[in-house]
């Protein structure tokens, strides 16, 4: 009979965080290439891009609870040049690691 492991005990086996050594990857292969589906869905959607801005701008002008166009012209915007770029700024205290924190209250210590 083979002889079984608690979860606990399989955790303490597997890796943690990255297992790959540098210059090692686990997708050899890369990232797959568009089906000639994904390119004609890409492209009739860059093709409705002015259909879709001249929406947008309506409905910025004169929309009235529209936001199903809004949303819609919003995806073949999207769908066809890929989601806009958010910036996002931090603030507030860094996390310390655990040796950082250990060594940051030895240093306490010793100054008392």
């Not at 090692?24 to 990232?31: E, P």
């Not at 199903?68 to 769908?79: E, G, K, S």
Request: glycine share 8%.
């Amino acid at each position: 009979m083979a002889k079984t492991h608690s979860p606990a005990e399989n955790s303490k086996k597997l890796p943690r965080g990255k297992p790959f050594q540098p210059g090692q990857t686990g997708n050899k292969g890369g990232r797959p290439k568009k089906t000639d589906e994904e390119r004609t869905l890409e492209q009739m959607c860059k093709d409705k891009t002015p259909d879709a801005l001249e929406t947008i701008l309506y409905i910025m002008g004169e929309g009235q609870q529209e936001r199903a166009r809004l949303a819609a012209a919003q995806y073949v915007i999207d769908r066809g040049w890929g989601k806009a770029k958010e910036s996002v700024e931090l603030s507030g205290t860094l996390n310390l690691s655990i040796a950082d924190q250990i060594k940051q209250a030895h240093e306490a210590r010793q100054r008392q």
